[in-house]
């Protein structure tokens, strides 16, 4: 079974402060997903990885930046936590052969 | 564009009957689509996907859906719902860039009532 896991489910931090959340996948996928959820909106893309060192932007990436130093490792970084971060965060991976993608279980992160 | 609609954002059926979650795309080519189902406070969890052939794909849990090519819907199904089916289901379409990348669109949600 493919295995995507997150550093934390919940997560609280203060307006300013420099949050990483982290992404481990343990099936030697190529690509690698960062989505925020907020009800009504649905899933929306904020990054993304095909490669190890690369990224690109997703449809939302202002206020994120994000890692990827190892193939099984995909980091979101909000640089400056605002309120309207608060969300839950999924990550996610696929492999180019199967194109559906595989979800961690989310973190939910309230920024006060 | 490339883009999903669920036109429902809630359905409610009743334990042991069956169930519909609606779903229509708009693609360039030849569509990929794929179903999703959240428990609540949990990741997206896999349930089917169509890429080609049979136009009837089962996937886990014993749902089901059908790709329909004329009227560019590809809507869930379970012949017999239960209180455990009440989540959060998601249609997604994947972007046709060629290739093995493709990122994934997903549809707003519907959250699928079951009562006993």
């Known amino acids: 079974d493919v295995k995507v896991t997150q550093s934390s489910r919940y997560l609280v931090k203060r307006t300013g402060e420099k949050v990483f959340l982290e992404c481990v996948q343990d099936?030697?996928?190529?690509?690698m997903f960062w989505y925020r959820q907020d009800p009504g909106l649905g899933l929306r893309l904020i990054y993304f990885?095909?490669?190890?060192?690369?990224?690109e932007k997703g449809d939302i990436p202002e206020g994120y930046s994000v890692s990827r130093e190892k193939k099984e490792r995909f980091s979101l970084i909000l640089e400056s936590a605002s309120t309207n971060q608060t969300s839950m965060y999924l990550c996610?991976?696929?492999?180019?052969?199967?194109?559906?993608?595989?979800f961690g279980p989310g973190t939910r992160l309230t920024v006060t | 564009a490339q883009s999903v609609a669920q036109p429902e954002d809630q359905v409610n059926v009743a334990e042991g009957n069956p169930l519909t979650v609606k779903c229509t795309y708009s693609?360039?080519?030849?569509?990929?689509l794929f179903w999703y189902v959240q428990y609540p406070n949990r990741g997206l969890q896999f349930l089917l996907k169509?890429?080609?052939?049979?136009?009837l794909v089962k996937g886990s849990y014993g749902f089901e859906a059908e790709f329909n090519k004329s009227q560019t819907s590809f809507h869930l199904k379970k012949p017999s719902a239960l209180v455990s089916d009440s989540a959060l289901y998601f249609c997604?379409?994947?972007?046709?860039?060629?290739?093995?990348?493709?990122?994934?669109?997903f549809g707003k949600g519907t959250k699928l009532s079951v009562k006993p």
């Open positions: 996610a991976s696929s492999s180019g052969r199967l194109y559906e993608q595989y």
């Open positions: 099936m030697d996928h190529e690509n």
């Open positions: 990885s095909y490669d190890v060192k690369m990224k």
């Open positions: 693609v360039s080519g030849n569509p990929y």
């Open positions: 169509y890429i080609t052939g049979d136009n």
């Open positions: 997604a379409v994947r972007e046709n860039y060629g290739g093995s990348q493709g990122n994934l669109i």
